[in-house]
DNA sequence: ATGGCGCATGGAATGCGA
């Protein structure tokens, strides 16, 4: 089973190139961030004459989340309970008994802003909830567009000493962590400098000038049957690509 | 990174992302 996430930055201009990525990767699930499109406007004839069910939550301009399955989603949850939030950026579905929470994180914008603060408050309003998550759905994976580069070798050295690294992001992560949530990506040996994020400016891809920000934890049941977890860097080499590279986790079937 | 691009809105110039 291939769980994944893909933040494309526009489903309206990447619809074909999500389409693509697919049919040649075939995950049973896949989260998308930042549609940017109401949900009047997803394209949801496309996706399911491509295999796929949709469950979405749309914004238009900005934020956007959706959970793409080949099975029915369950218990589907929209926005962070109890956390009254006009920006779309969560949403939560049960697919074949594994519970799936998508998220787009906010980018925060300059340490100590009003917007890392608003980062702040909803990464403390997503642990609380999500504390109780794992604790109904003993299989949870949450994964997303982070914004968070957990620690020094998830930025590219020169990156400056700012916002995604800084200390009170990091702690958040940690304490995500800290609820019995593994970083997939880790559990594996991995390339030094694997990014997920390339800004489009100053050659930034070919350089590998990156930060790794776009994760799959997953809790104690899901971690031991990971089999892989992998950054596909190739839909970042296509014209007109998203800034993000899709991540996807492999994990063997309960019981083997 | 000083900025550099890409997307959305709206129909030019600006805000935002990360």
């Known amino acids: 089973m291939k769980l994944a996430t893909w933040n494309v930055n526009s489903l309206k201009v990447r619809l074909p190139q999500v389409i ?13 961030q930042e549609l940017k499109l109401e949900d009047a406007s997803f394209p949801l004839a496309a996706i399911e004459a491509a295999g796929y069910r949709a469950v979405f939550s749309g914004q238009k301009t900005y934020n956007g989340v959706a959970i793409l399955s080949r099975t029915p989603a369950g ?20 697919i074949d008994g594994i519970r799936i929470v998508c998220a787009y994180f906010p980018n925060g914008q300059a340490v100590g ?14 642990t609380r909830w999500l504390q109780g998550e794992v604790a109904s759905h003993p299989e949870l994976a949450l994964l997303g567009d982070y914004n968070i580069a957990p620690e020094d070798r998830d930025a590219h050295p020169d990156w400056p ?15 995500l962590l800290a609820l019995g949530l593994s970083d997939a990506f880790r559990r594996f040996e991995q390339a030094e400098k694997s990014y997920s ?56 079937p309960a019981g083997t």
């Not at 000493?161 to 304490?175: G, Y």
Request: net charge neutral; with cysteine.
């Open 20 to 32: 693509d990525w697919l049919a040649a990767v075939q995950p049973d699930v896949l989260c998308l």
């Open 161 to 175: 000493d700012e916002i995604h690294v800084s200390a009170p992001e990091r702690n958040a992560f940690q304490a």
């Open 197 to 252: 994020w390339w800004d489009y400016r100053m050659m930034a891809f070919r350089r590998n000038f990156g930060l790794r920000i776009d994760h799959i934890l997953v809790s104690t049941p899901l971690a031991q049957r990971c089999r892989s977890c992998v950054i596909d860097k190739a839909p970042r080499k296509l014209e007109r690509p998203s800034d993000h590279a899709p991540v996807i986790v492999e994990l063997v």
């Open 113 to 126: 802003s009003e917007k890392f603060s608003y980062k702040l408050e909803w990464l403390a309003a997503l």
């Open 75 to 94: 218990e589907v949850v929209r926005g962070i309970p109890g956390f009254d939030d006009p920006q779309k950026r969560v949403i939560a579905a049960t």
